[in-house]
C-alpha cells in the first residue's frame, strides 16, 4: 500500500468542507476517513431550544457523488455519519474504488456540528489482492451496540472476503462485532452466542476468529459493514480480486448471468430461481 496523502484535520465541521487530491497514476485506491457525530440527546445538553431534535450527521461525497453506508430502515441515516445511531463515537468509512489520474475531491456536508478526523488516501499496489489493515479507530471506542466500520466496494469485481477479528470478555460485559454484508446479517452458528453478532466475546474470550466467504461482488456498489457493542478488535479486511481480463471471461459465465437476471428481477419487486443453469 503505497500512502499518498494524509490529512489530520481533528476539528468540528460546521461548514461545507472539501479535500482535494491528485493522483500521478490510474489505479485502484483506497480512501479511508474517520469521523464522528452526536445524538439528538447529547446535542439537546449544549444547544438552544431551537436545535432540539436534532442529531448531527456529516454526508460524504466524492468527485460529486454521494457516498451512503447503512442498510438500515430507519429514516435518517442516509449520511455517512449519523448521529443518533453513533452516539458521539468514531466511524471509519473505508471506499476502495478504480480512480484515473489527475485531480479528485470529497466533500463533506454538515448538519449542525460532527467531528472530521482524519482523511488518509493510499494506492493499492497489489494486483489481485486488496488487504486494510486498520490503524486508527482500531480497537473500538467503549460504546454500546453502533456502527463501527463501514467498508464500500465501488465498481470492483471481488470473489473472496476475508475477515480477521477478536472479541474478548470483559467483566460482566463483552465485546461483540456485527458483520452485515450488503444488508444481509451475517449469523453466528454457536448457539451460546448472540446470533446476530458474528464475532462474540463471551465465546471467543479474547481469541481470534476469521471469517471467509466466497462472494460474488460485481460491478456497482457493494457494502461491508462492522457494527461494535463495547471495544472489539479488527486485524484486518480481504478481497481478493478478480482482474480485468478474469472479469471479462467472468461476464460471460452462466453465473454472473443469472446473477444479473436476478438483479433485474429484484428491481421490479420480483425473485426468478434456476434449479438448473439454463441453456
Known amino acids: 500500500m503505497k500512502l499518498i496523502k494524509e490529512e489530520k484535520i481533528n476539528r468540528e465541521i460546521n461548514g461545507l468542507f472539501s479535500s482535494d487530491f491528485i493522483l500521478a497514476d490510474d489505479g485502484l485506491y483506497l480512501i479511508e476517513i474517520i469521523a464522528s457525530a452526536k445524538s439528538w440527546w447529547q446535542n439537546l445538553k449544549l444547544k438552544s431550544f431551537k436545535f432540539l431534535f436534532k442529531d448531527d450527521d456529516l454526508a460524504l461525497t466524492l468527485n460529486r457523488i454521494e457516498i451512503t453506508t447503512s442498510m438500515s430502515n430507519e429514516t435518517d441515516v442516509r ?4 448521529g443518533n445511531e453513533l452516539k458521539g463515537l468514531l466511524k471509519t468509512v473505508v471506499i476502495a474504488v478504480k480512480l484515473k489520474k489527475g485531480k479528485h475531491s ?3 456536508t454538515p448538519d449542525q456540528k460532527p467531528y472530521l478526523k482524519s482523511v488518509i488516501i493510499s494506492q493499492v499496489e497489489e494486483t489481485n489482492f486488496l488487504t486494510y489493515f486498520p490503524t486508527n479507530n482500531n480497537p473500538a471506542e467503549k460504546g454500546d451496540r453502533r456502527p463501527w466500520l463501514s467498508f464500500i466496494i465501488i465498481n470492483l469485481a471481488i470473489k473472496d472476503l476475508t475477515i480477521l477479528a477478536k472479541a474478548d470478555k470483559r467483566g460482566r460485559d463483552d465485546d461483540d462485532i456485527k458483520l452485515i454484508i450488503d444488508g444481509e446479517t451475517e449469523k453466528n452458528d454457536d448457539k ?3 446470533q446476530d453478532w458474528y464475532w462474540c466475546g ?8 476469521e471469517f471467509k466467504q466466497a462472494v460474488d461482488f460485481n ?3 457493494h ?6 457493542d463495547n471495544s472489539p478488535y479488527l486485524f484486518k479486511i480481504e478481497l481478493k480480486i478478480i482482474s480485468d481480463i478474469q472479469d471479462g471471461a467472468y461476464k460471460l459465465s452462466p453465473e454472473y448471468i443469472i446473477g444479473q437476471i436476478n438483479e433485474l428481477y429484484k428491481e421490479i419487486g420480483m425473485e426468478v430461481a434456476f434449479a438448473k443453469i439454463p441453456v
Open 202 to 209: 463471551k465465546i471467543l474470550r479474547g481469541k481470534e476468529k
Open 223 to 228: 457494502f461491508i459493514e462492522l457494527w461494535a
Open 219 to 221: 460491478h456497482g456498489a
Open 106 to 108: 470529497l466533500s463533506f
Open 192 to 194: 451460546k452466542s448472540h
Open 79 to 82: 449520511p455517512a455519519w449519523n
